[in-house]
């Protein structure tokens, strides 16, 4: 057969660079498998559900995972779950796992309640805030807490310091339209120094809390299982190995889950017949009470909420693999080496598989469409074995910060239309103002 549509033009980069929102838009008029080159690196956009279902699960040993996003995280999330492959990965994979079992994130919800709760308490009737920021001080203290047992606004705050430091930094080298993001981290350009500065102070602070942990007894927190964790020949997690693993999970698990609020409230200050909706669901379920775990399973509406939300606006937006052998998709064949692009924001948005896919309509997902929707036609948490560990800790998170936020507040907002960009995350380009008004 021969090779995919390629995508007009002797390299992509300076389209993708000036505009990648129009880029991708443009991609899907040349079929479901469409090939082009940005900066030199060979792409391959799969844009059908079948492609996405044989890569990610029915034949996912014939891909591994991008070498230019190992590459790009290398010095931070280094040889962590995120990045790792082959038996190296099994083995973290399997000893990380008892961390995120139902009984676990259990004990997780009263923080994510809690620390919700405090957040809204703390807003006056009226007041302005910045959505974003917010919900990601919120969620990497949650994070925080779960991962190392350790309320960051203690007196020991550097962890939380480091982590923050880092996000911006990250965020700041991996814009999609930035010349920044093409290039290396050896070239000394000022991000990539105030880069490798955020990641000598994380480096420093994880080694302190490690020293500090080592010889505590077992608890219960994230931390503290990975310290006691042995593989199958009872050989535990090396210095190195567990400093990747923070660091992973610190980088993959608070933005996305912080991004994915942002769009729940921000999409519910626009849609005043959903938000009614909620405050019905949430008054009759809960009345008055915190939410627990075990109310989720009756907050159905919430739940469809944030399914929605994140159809609509998936803050992982891409999943990257790359092809170890010459495969055939959709009649076409990729070369091995090829870097291959799932765009979730585009297969979640396209009108094939969702009818009216820009409206945000909680109430598409009736029973009836779920049962008729292709399998990987929706995917924020990925597919497969590599699929996001954090899924359950992050579901559970945003359903039980939801429910309590927007059962003590709603919001009003000036910004009508999210204008967004691609990061390490799809996230909204500049702050969205909120307005607090007491329930
Ligand atoms: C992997 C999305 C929250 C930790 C992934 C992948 C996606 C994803 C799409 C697959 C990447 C791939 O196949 O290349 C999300 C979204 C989240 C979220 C949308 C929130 C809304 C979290 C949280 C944690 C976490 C809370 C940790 C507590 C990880 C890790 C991996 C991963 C460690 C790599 C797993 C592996 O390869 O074995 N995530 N994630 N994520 N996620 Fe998440």
Known sequence: PPGPTSYPGVGNTIGFLRDPFA????????GDV???SVAGEDFCTLLHPEHVERVLVTEESKFGKSEFIREAGEKFIGNGLFASEGEFW??????????FYRERIGTYAEPMVAFAAETADSWDDGEAIRLQQVMKRLTLRILATA?????????????????????????????????????????????????????????????????????EPPGDDFLSILLHATD????????????DELATFLFAGHETTALALTYCLYLLSNHPRVRRKLNDELD???????PTMADLRALDYTDKIVTEALRR????????????????????????????????????????????????????????????????????????????????????????????????????????ELDLRMGTTLEPTNPIEMTVKTR
């Open 23 to 30: 880029f991708y838009d443009g991609l899907r008029e040349y």
């Open 313 to 416: 606006y998936p803050p992982a937006y891409v999943v990257f693999r790359e092809t170890k052998q010459d495969v055939i998709l959709g009649g076409y064949t990729i070369p091995e080496g090829t870097s291959l692009t799932l765009p979730q924001f585009v297969i979640q948005n396209d009108d094939r598989w969702f009818d009216d896919p820009e409206t945000f309509d909680p109430d598409r997902w009736t029973p009836e469409m779920k049962a008729d929707l292709p399998d990987y036609a929706y995917f924020p948490f990925g597919g497969g074995p590599r699929h996001c560990i954090g899924m359950r800790f992050a579901n559970a998170e945003i359903r039980l910060v939801l429910a309590t936020i927007a059962q003590r507040v709603e919001f009003d907002t000036t910004t009508d």
């Open 90 to 99: 099994r083995r973290q994979r399997t000893m990380m796992q008892p961390a």
């Open 284 to 290: 009759s379920v809960l009345d008055g009470d915190a």
């Open 34 to 36: 469409v090939s082009y």
């Open 147 to 215: 991962l190392f047992d350790h309320d960051v606004r203690g007196a020991d705050s550097s962890i939380h310091d480091a982590a923050r430091g880092i996000a911006r930094a990250i965020n700041e080298k991996s814009d999609a339209g930035s010349v920044d993001s093409l290039l290396p981290d050896w070239v000394p350009t000022a991000t990539n120094r105030r880069y490798r500065r955020a990641i000598t102070r994380f480096d420093e602070a994880v080694e302190r809390l490690i020293d500090e942990r080592r010889d």
């Open 232 to 243: 199958d020949r009872g050989e535990g997690m090396s210095d190195e190995a567990l400093r």
